[in-house]
């Protein structure tokens, strides 16, 4: 009995200094755990700046109209969502503030679920200037996006205003982003910065290929947490600027409602979501996964 005591202490000794090697208390800047593992995991490459191939590959320009498509159905049911709520003189008679927003969550999660594998499912220009500065993605392709992501969003805001019309696209303000009363400008720009952050640091993560090493006990379904965190950034941000988080959708909006309360402030809706949107690449690249400290670094 002693000597199966003895035994079972020298194992649990044993068992902790494999644990200690295994699992060193600190690394190098840039290692985590999981390099540790042996898992089969490389670094992807990244993406060249320019890269003249890919202007002569069919997938480049099937990649541009996929997102127009997206951009064009995410304004179509959004921005008719809000048409919806302003038609009712009753806020019970109505999906509400959280229909707005589970309609942008939800619109978002499929649109993303769909055009992944054609595109990577940007549907934002915000999301895209964060992912070029990441370098997963060339400047021209990100320059042909953003264009086609804005073209979409002009098309799709186009339709509910020919649909809706009259007075009660009007008095919806054709469901264009603005500061809302009581809120100062820089508080607008600071709950679109805010909340762009989340939206793109959510994007980071949950489509990080190291993901599959470090956290392969956790099964993520990418677009599931992206339309979740747009979700619930319309329930914080609406009552302060309508939610824009995207210039594509703050555009097409304000092009099609054509008013000066469409463009009143409208820089925000861009400054605010490409802040935003830099601050959680440089966050998630330098701080989370260290990029620049590993010897393949390539920024």
Not at 36 to 44: A, F, H, V, W
Not at 173 to 184: F, L, R, S
Request: aromatic share 12%; net charge neutral; charged share 15%.
């Amino acid at each position: 009995m002693a000597g199966g005591k003895l035994q079972d202490r020298f194992q649990d000794d044993e068992d902790m200094r494999v644990g200690v090697d295994r699992f060193p208390e600190r690394h190098p800047i840039g290692a985590t755990a999981a390099d540790d593992l042996g898992r089969d995991y490389t670094e992807p490459p990244p993406a060249p700046l320019f890269d003249a191939a890919e202007l002569a590959s069919w997938s480049f320009y099937r990649a541009g109209i996929a997102e127009f498509v997206a951009t064009f159905l995410f304004l179509y049911v959004t921005v008719l969502t809000v048409m919806g709520v302003s038609k009712s003189p009753s806020k019970c008679g109505t999906v509400g503030i959280q229909g707005i927003a589970w309609a942008f969550g939800g619109m978002i999660f499929a649109l993303v679920y769909c055009t992944a594998g054609v595109s990577g499912g940007h549907i934002n220009p915000a999301v895209t200037f964060g992912l070029l500065l990441a370098r997963k993605l060339s400047l021209p392709r990100a320059a042909y996006y953003a264009v086609m992501q804005c073209l979409g969003a002009v098309c799709g805001a186009g339709v509910v205003k020919a649909i809706v019309g009259g007075a009660l696209y009007e008095a919806a303000g054709g469901g264009a982003n603005a500061v809302n009363a009581g809120y100062t400008k820089g508080d607008g720009l600071g709950a679109e910065v805010v909340g762009t952050f989340v939206l793109v640091y959510t994007v980071f993560s949950a489509t990080d290929a190291k993901r599959s090493a470090r956290d392969s006990h956790v099964p993520v379904l990418a677009p599931l947490p992206i339309g979740l965190a747009v979700f619930l950034v319309h329930l914080a941000t609406i009552p302060i600027t309508g939610t824009g988080i995207n210039p594509a959708r703050s555009l097409g909006a304000a092009i099609i409602y054509d008013r000066p309360h469409g463009w009143h402030g409208h820089w925000i809706f861009w400054v605010g979501p490409f802040t935003g949107a830099a601050l959680a690449a440089v966050y998630h690249q330098v701080v989370i996964r260290a990029i620049p400290f590993k010897s393949n670094a390539y920024y």
